[in-house]
């Protein structure tokens, strides 16, 4: 077990609470492996019997960071903001459009598949599904065998006892060496995979998706087995999640993404301390907290109105300004720059939280802005414990704002006045029962049913999830491995 480890389940002991390992050293010290600048993959979109472009989907569109020797750097985003694309790209599976790709100092930007070959040791992918990624009709001693075979490698002491101690690295039996992956779970497919792109020991491994696809039972086993090969082998990981909290427990620092661009880039402490960017404080809210010590503790999540916007056509200025709830005229007309506001963030944000406004004299909120955002306060918990003596007060608003509206209100807001606003007349229970002609019946139903109002509005959470439409196959696989 790593030190990590280690110290995470002494503080657990000592303690009660889980907390997150301390982050390693400072990325500034540390040399730079990774760089991108101006990154950008379109996929052009053709009709007609000439097959001539119309459009393009800009699945990333200019993006820039850097990823230091040893360190552990996050992508998040929502499904279909490029984050598996990215992934693919820098890893060259896929060729980009635009932009420079930096390994160890040299530019791989145009390198073809014979330049990329001696690269391929140096550089490998963990893919998001276990079942796609490996081949049905290949053993598994065949396929983490595969690099050396590619790379033409012959590993001390022979090709099978390398894999056999590869998978003994990963907490697979070395007897499994002749198996099929039909034979294994999901998990154990996963293992196989992570084998496989360390058997030339390279230098950066990105990892899209790797637990996504498996039990939440086995998710922490996977991410804690990345966290102990890190430690011993001195990797370098740039990790695609959509998990939040497994962000949160593997990285150094986080990207966060929007519709094929970078809005902040920062330390884990701080961003999930005090995000800068609006839509990644909306996505902060959307986290659950498993803490029974703020069972009585009110929190707030914000529910972002509508879809993410079309990346073949994606809106003018500020990507997020159609879902922001702090927008204004230069968020639409002026495409805010990725500045460093504070040691160590990165924010591409006109007006951000938890820094000074970079566009103090632009104060009227656009239309949208009035109507982009919901903010849903959750009762506390011990709302199912409280006294019965309610006041009739809120429960006659309740009851008249109930009997005036067209259709029953679904959601809980901030401005709610108490538990009893959420009494309407679809409400199960006696509740249902309450008309604008009997205001005492309201505070009966009121007493009677003080749960039925505990926990409206649970299911109002934004979570990013997987990118649709890119599961791995065999042949990216097979290139990743050393083609």
């Known amino acids: 077990m790593s030190e990590t480890k280690k110290a995470s389940a002494g503080d657990t002991a000592a303690t009660g609470t889980a907390t997150v390992p301390a982050q390693a050293a400072s990325p500034e010290d540390r040399e730079v492996l990774l760089k991108v600048e101006g990154l950008v993959k379109h996929f052009p979109i053709k009709k007609g019997i000439l097959q ?124 499994h060496f002749n198996r099929y992956p039909h034979e294994f779970s999901g998990g154990q497919r996963q293992r196989i995979g992570i084998a496989r792109a360390l058997a030339l ?11 996504s696809a498996l039990d939440v039972s086995i998710q922490a086993q996977v991410v804690n087995l990345m966290d102990d090969l890190q430690s011993e082998l001195g990797l370098t990981y740039v990790i695609i999640a959509h998990d939040l909290s497994v962000v949160r427990h593997v990285s150094d620092r986080i990207a966060v993404m929007y519709l094929g661009k970078i809005v902040e880039l920062a330390d884990r402490t701080s961003l999930y301390e005090a995000p800068m960017h609006p839509y990644t404080k909306a996505l902060m809210s959307a986290v659950p907290v498993p803490d029974p010590k703020r069972r009585g503790a009110k929190s707030e999540r914000i529910l972002l109105k509508g879809d993410v916007p079309s990346p073949i056509s994606p809106p003018s200025g500020c990507r997020f300004h159609t879902r922001c709830w702090k927008a204004t005229e230069i968020c639409k007309t002026a495409e805010p720059p990725l500045l460093q506001l504070a040691p160590g963030r990165q924010v591409a944000c006109h007006h951000p939280e938890n820094a000074e406004d970079q566009a103090p004299d632009d104060t009227k ?52 006045p108490g538990p009893a606003a959420e009494v309407t007349a679809d409400a199960p229970g006696p509740a249902a029962e309450v008309t604008a002609d009997a205001p005492e019946m309201a505070a009966e139903a009121s007493e009677t049913a003080p749960e039925a109002s505990a926990d409206a509005g649970d299911d109002g959470d934004v979570q990013p999830s997987d990118d649709a439409g890119e599961a791995d196959g065999t042949d990216d696989a097979r290139e990743s491995s050393g083609s």
């Open 201 to 211: 020991k390279p230098k950066l491994v990105v990892a899209d998706e790797p637990v």
């Open 52 to 175: 001539r472009q119309v459009a393009a989907v800009k699945a990333v569109d200019g993006i820039g960071f850097e990823v230091r020797k040893g360190e552990t750097l996050g992508v998040v985003g929502e499904s279909g903001c490029g984050k598996s694309t990215m992934g693919r790209v820098i890893t060259k599976l896929i060729e980009p459009t635009g932009g420079r790709i930096e390994f160890e100092g040299q530019d791989i930007t145009r390198l073809g598949t014979r330049g990329m070959r001696p690269l391929r040791r140096d550089i490998q992918m963990i893919f998001q599904d276990p079942y796609g990624s490996l081949n049905p009709r290949h053993t598994i001693g065949s396929i983490v065998s595969a690099p050396f075979r590619l790379q033409g490698v012959e590993p001390e002491g022979g090709v099978k006892k390398e894999v056999q101690r590869l998978l003994e690295l990963v907490g697979l039996s070395p007897e």
């Open 365 to 416: 909120l656009l239309a949208v802005a009035k109507e982009a955002i919901e903010v849903v306060t959750l009762a506390p918990a011990e709302a199912d414990e409280a006294p019965k003596e309610l006041t009739k007060e809120p429960a006659e608003e309740s009851v008249s704002e109930s009997a005036d509206a067209p259709e029953p209100a679904a959601e809980v807001t901030a401005d709610a």
